[in-house]
């Protein structure tokens, strides 16, 4: 039996509109205002899913319960096998005290907090992205900030934040490769485009994100950091998409941005030193002066390098497992295929989305061997090793961090079923028509779509499959290039990053601060609102005031 995909079943989008966002607004209400558990409104969520894909929209209930299905298995892997092995790494580390020598080490280059927000959650979090994507920067720095000393709120929050600028190119520019895969847009023509668009944001996001921290006037105190943190960052984040391509822009980019920031800080420290943790702290309660800071603890160098030298195994081990060359090679090994039954390819999605009927495939790929988890797994063995575990301890810690994680990974998989299910029913398309039906406005309202998309999918890469096509289409019919809602699609997107349901818990979980999604929510939410119309402004000009930014260098 096929199943066509109908996207305004009452025959008028207002109503359609309103029905197709129950899910989302269950869930996110549950989670940021009545203060419900994560797992708790995720299963209500998609409770509300099920009911509005079925009695609303006439999707079959076994369709539906499928569709879930191959969300929740999606959740595990490789979403929940990555936090997993991020905290049993984090946990390995805290106990063998290798994380008080790494905060000294770093309290060595500054001891301001403001100044390792800029370095962690920006820089190391961008390497991080470019490398692996997925949850994995999110994880990794809120694990570090926590065990800085940052407050849970500030260290998950903050990380959040950071993690916009260089989502587009993330995982090695999966995002940019899958829409002009699967679209059939030109890959460096809209690489550029990206590049025309995001490194302005490079250069917004470090002063934002430390503003969201400490404040405008603690911000100004420190923005010579700040400045060339953002302008080497976004420098080589221009160059590299226009010039070779999507793949090594973030890594590029992080790179110098972090030997930049490390360099600059040897000839310049500011003033006074501010030692809060916590967000919202008043400038006298959180600055000192740099001759009433107590100096980090000295260590000997061979003591600093076995403590950084669990992350640089993260890392190595991150970036081979991003390598398409790798996968590929790892896959060959073992990485089944699991099409679902009764749901692959009897789904049907239907104009204006796409210009044809297209069946929408539903394969899970058990890829275990590849999956970025497990290339943190073995960097977590590695590193427990050289830190002097025993196989049996290994062990031990493995199991108590899975128990540890439980609830997260319940929620995770309750939130990409939830996802899933409202990708295969067509509430998000209905959802996406409702911002392409802006006429003149289309290049604000079409970024927002790209917005909307990340925050329903949890991923650029799937907000570039799922509108796309109808980036595409809306562009032509409007007379706009169409490579430039291509890439606003996904610029747009990455500020919807930071409030997709299963980041949010991905950071709750780095921070030891599970059942506090709603407040994380609610500290992100009007940050993501305002840089997503603030990236819809910039496209806007493009369109219609700024052409010569829509000029291709190739």
């Known amino acids: 039996m096929t199943w066509q995909q109908v996207y305004d079943p009452y025959h008028n989008m207002v109503v359609s509109t309103a029905l197709a966002a129950i899910p989302v607004v269950v869930m996110l209400v549950g989670l940021g205002f009545v203060h419900l558990k994560a797992h708790v409104a995720a299963a209500l969520g998609l409770l509300a899913a099920v009911l509005v894909a079925v009695f609303v929209y006439g999707m079959p209930a076994p369709m539906a319960g499928r569709a879930a299905f191959l969300g929740a298995l999606t959740g595990l892997l490789p979403i929940g096998w990555i936090i997993l092995n991020i905290i049993f790494l984090q946990q390995l580390t805290e106990k063998n005290g290798s994380f008080r020598v790494l905060q000294d080490s770093i309290g060595s280059v500054t001891q301001d907090r403001r100044l390792q927000i800029l370095l962690i959650a920006f820089s190391f979090g961008a390497f991080f992205e470019g490398a692996a994507g997925f949850g994995t920067p999110v994880a990794v720095t809120a694990a570090i900030l926590i065990g800085l000393g940052f407050s849970p709120l500030a260290a998950s929050g903050l990380s959040l934040i950071a993690n916009t600028a260089p989502v587009a190119f993330g995982a090695l520019g ?3 490769l899958t829409l002009a895969k699967v679209h059939g847009y030109d890959l460096m023509q809209v690489t550029a485009m990206i590049g025309r668009q995001l490194p302005v944001f490079s250069l917004i996001v470090p002063f934002w994100v430390v503003w969201a921290f400490a404040g405008r006037k603690a911000t100004l105190e420190i923005w010579p950091a700040v400045l060339v943190t953002g302008v080497s960052f976004a ?41 809060s943790v916590s967000l919202g702290r008043r400038d006298s309660e959180a600055a000192s002066s740099t001759a009433s800071v107590a100096p980090p603890a000295k260590h000997d160098l061979s003591t600093v390098i076995r403590a950084w030298m669990p992350l640089a195994i993260l890392t190595v081990f991150v970036f081979i497992w991003g390598l398409p060359s790798v996968k590929k090679v790892l896959d060959g090994i073992f990485a089944p295929t699991f099409p679902i039954e009764g749901l692959h390819n009897v789904i049907q999605r239907m104009p204006p989305v796409v210009p044809t009927p297209r069946p929408e495939g539903a394969v899970y790929a058990f890829n275990l061997l590849s999956a970025t988890g497990t290339g943190i797994l073995l960097s977590a063995v590695v590193g427990g090793l050289i830190m002097k575990y025993s196989p049996a301890a290994l062990m031990r810690q493995f199991f108590q961090t899975l128990w540890v994680v439980r609830y997260s990974l319940a929620t995770i998989m309750l939130m990409l079923a939830l996802g899933t299910l409202t990708r295969y029913s067509g509430t998000d398309t209905t959802l996406g028509l409702a911002f392409a039906n802006s006429g003149v406005l289309y290049p604000f309202f079409g970024t927002l779509m790209g917005w909307l998309g990340v925050a329903l999918t949890g991923s650029d890469t799937a907000s570039n499959v799922l509108f796309g096509g109808m980036q595409k289409v809306a562009a032509a019919q409007l007379g706009l290039p169409i490579n430039l809602m291509g890439a606003a699609n996904s610029s747009g997107g990455v500020m919807g990053k930071m409030i997709d349901a299963q980041s949010i818990v991905v950071a709750s979980t780095a921070t030891g601060w ?18 997503a119309c603030l990236v819809g402004i910039y496209v806007t000009l493009q369109a219609y005031v700024w052409p010569f930014t829509l000029t291709v260098i190739h």
């Not at 972090?258 to 360099?263: D, G, I, K, P, S």
Request: proline share 6%.
């Open 174 to 176: 999966t995002p940019v």
């Open 514 to 531: 599970v059942n506090h999604e709603g407040d994380i929510l609610r500290f992100v939410f009007l940050h993501s609102i305002a840089l």
């Open 235 to 275: 420098i080589p984040q221009f160059l590299v998409s226009n010039y070779l391509g999507p793949e090594l822009v973030d890594i590029i980019a992080a790179i110098c941005s972090m030997a930049a920031l490390v360099l600059f800080l040897k000839v310049w420290q500011p003033k006074t030193i501010w030692t």
